[in-house]
Nanobody
């Protein structure tokens, strides 16, 4: 079955950078939607960035120009998605989760559907 494993979180000062990585294994179909979400205490989970089956990227307004989502296609079986975060602000702190859509032959489920698979998260702390 599909498994997601995030890494790369940590503590930085405002203005610093971090690069998060997510390895998505157990896939039958490599072309899926993938995204990074974050959640801070007392706040709702927020979609930060996504890359879809057609490699189109979307960003939350709060991170445009600072965050970049990318996919590493070099692995023979797993999808690897990165989130490069630059010029971090205290408001960027939270638990960051990697997510993916259905691993399905159905294109609509795989590329137009919901994010249904989740990792355990990686913590990002930004001090002012």
């Amino acid at each position: 079955h599909v498994q997601l494993m995030e890494s790369g979180g940590g503590s930085v000062q405002a203005g610093g950078s971090l690069r998060l990585s997510c390895v998505i294994s157990g896939l039958e179909y490599r072309r899926i939607d993938m995204a990074w979400f974050r959640q801070s205490p007392g706040k709702e989970r927020e979609q930060v960035a996504s890359i879809n089956c057609e490699l189109e990227r979307k960003y939350a307004d709060s991170v445009k120009g600072r965050f970049t989502i990318s996919q590493d296609t070099s692995h023979p079986t797993d999808n690897i998605v990165h989130l490069q975060m630059n010029n971090l602000e205290p408001e960027d702190a939270g638990m960051y989760y990697c997510s993916s859509s259905h691993d399905s032959a159905d294109y609509d489920k795989r590329c137009l559907g919901a994010f249904v698979n989740w990792g355990q998260g990686t913590q990002v702390t930004v001090s002012s």
